[in-house]
């Protein structure tokens, strides 16, 4: 199982951008290239919905209607990091950002990380 550390939350202007980090860490010999890799996201209130994944061994990317054209999911399999690009943001995107891995046996989650919207 990976242990995940989310950085890069913040406050901003709606219109500005972000940069999510995710660092994972494992035991010796776990493969991220074999995880697929998500974020999450979850408002006051409201359940956690995925925002945008990237599978693993180059499997592609998955978005969610409402990102679609101003985030994007990336990954450095040699840094154990995956990232998330948040461009354009809107008040509505303001929530606990969390990274997630899952390899088919087990699955992590981290900590989570702020992103707040505001004017």
């Known amino acids: 199982q990976v242990h995940l550390v989310e950085s890069g939350g913040g406050s901003v202007q709606p219109g500005e951008s972000l940069r999510l980090s995710c660092a994972a860490s494992?035991?010796?010999?776990?493969?991220?290239?074999?995880?697929?890799m998500g974020w999450y996201r979850q408002a006051p209130g409201n359940q956690r919905d995925v925002v945008a994944r990237?599978?693993?061994?180059?499997?592609?990317?998955f978005y969610v209607d409402a990102v679609k054209g101003r985030f994007t999911i990336s990954r450095d399999n040699a840094k154990y990091t995956v990232y998330l690009q948040m461009n354009d943001l809107k008040p509505e995107d303001t929530a606990v950002y969390y990274c997630?891995?899952?390899?088919?046996?087990?699955?992590?989650w981290g900590q989570g990380t702020q992103v707040t919207v505001s004017s």
């Open positions: 997630y891995a899952a390899n088919g046996r087990d699955e992590s």
């Open positions: 494992g035991p010796s010999g776990t493969i991220f290239s074999s995880y697929t």
């Open positions: 990237i599978f693993r061994r180059g499997g592609g990317t």
